[in-house]
T-cell receptor, first 113, second 114 residues
Framework: GENVEQHPSTLSVQEGDSAVIKCTYSDSASNYFPWYKQELGKRPQLIIDIRSNVGEKKDQRIAVTLNKTAKHFSLHITETQPEDSAVYFCAAPSSGSARQLTFGSGTQLTVLP | DAGVTQSPTHLIKTRGQHVTLRCSPISGHKSVSWYQQVLGQGPQFIFQYYEKEERGRGNFPDRFSARQFPNYSSELNVNALLLGDSALYLC?????????????FGEGSWLTVV
C-alpha cells in the first residue's frame, strides 16, 4: 500500500513569513495529492489539491508543488496569518481497488503574531 | 446545499458495548468512506462503499462493519468496544470512488469509550 511521510511535525513561523510542509509518497502510480487543514475540534477541510499532470497549483496565498520523479509534494503558505494556525495533512491514494486516501501524520502550524 | 452530515456528534459508551454511527453524503455523491482519527494522528481508512457494495477495507478488526443504503447513506457499526476505539470517526463522500476524486469530510462523530 501507499506510505506517506510528512515533515515537519511542528512548525512555528512569524506572522507574514512563509511556511512549507513536505510530504513523500511511495506508490509511483499515485496521481492525486490533496491537502487538508484541520482546526482544533473540527473536521479536516480540503484546502488545495494537485493532479499529476501539473507541477504546481496556486490559490491565493496557498500553493502546492509536485515532483513525480522524486515522489514528493509540498504545501507553501505565503504571508501567513494567525488564522492559518492548524494541523495540516497531506494525502495520496493507496494502491488498493478503493484507491482510498492514505494520510500523512500531520503538521501543527503555529503562526505567531 | 447540505454537506456530509453525521450523527451523533458526540457519544460515550462503555467497554463491551456496541455503537452505530450514521452518515448522509452530499447530494449526488454515491461513494461513502469511513475514517478513524485518533487524537494526534491522521485519519485512518476503515471502509469504502459505492452503490451499496464494499469497495475497500482498511486494517481494522471484524468488530468493525458498515453498510450503505439505497439512498447512499451509510452506517458504521462497532461491536465489543475497547478503550482504544475512542476516536473521531469521519465519514467522507465523493461522486464516485477512485483516485483523483475529491472527498469531503463530515463533522465527525466523537466516540469516547470508558
Amino acid at each position: 500500500g501507499e506510505n506517506v511521510e510528512q515533515h515537519p511535525s511542528t512548525l512555528s513561523v512569524q506572522e507574514g513569513d512563509s511556511a512549507v510542509i513536505k510530504c513523500t509518497y511511495s506508490d509511483s502510480a499515485s496521481n492525486y495529492f490533496p491537502w487538508y487543514k484541520q482546526e482544533l475540534g473540527k473536521r479536516p477541510q480540503l484546502i488545495i489539491d494537485i493532479r499529476s499532470n501539473v507541477g504546481e497549483k496556486k490559490d491565493q496565498r496557498i500553493a502546492v508543488t509536485l515532483n513525480k520523479t522524486a515522489k514528493h509534494f509540498s504545501l507553501h503558505i505565503t504571508e501567513t496569518q494567525p488564522e492559518d494556525s492548524a494541523v495540516y495533512f497531506c494525502a495520496a491514494p493507496s494502491s488498493g481497488s478503493a484507491r482510498q486516501l492514505t494520510f500523512g501524520s500531520g503538521t501543527q502550524l503555529t503562526v505567531l503574531p | 446545499d447540505a454537506g456530509v452530515t453525521q450523527s451523533p456528534t458526540h457519544l460515550i459508551k462503555t467497554r463491551g458495548q456496541h455503537v452505530t454511527l450514521r452518515c448522509s453524503p452530499i447530494s449526488g455523491h454515491k461513494s461513502v468512506s469511513w475514517y478513524q482519527q485518533v487524537l494526534g494522528q491522521g485519519p485512518q481508512f476503515i471502509f469504502q462503499y459505492y452503490e451499496k457494495e464494499e469497495r475497500g477495507r482498511g486494517n481494522f478488526p471484524d468488530r468493525f462493519s458498515a453498510r450503505q443504503f439505497p439512498n447512499y447513506s451509510s452506517e458504521l457499526n462497532v461491536n465489543a468496544l475497547l478503550l482504544g476505539d475512542s476516536a473521531l470517526y469521519l465519514c467522507a463522500s465523493s461522486l464516485v470512488p477512485g483516485s483523483g476524486n475529491t472527498i469531503y469530510f463530515g463533522e465527525g462523530s466523537w466516540l469516547t469509550v470508558v
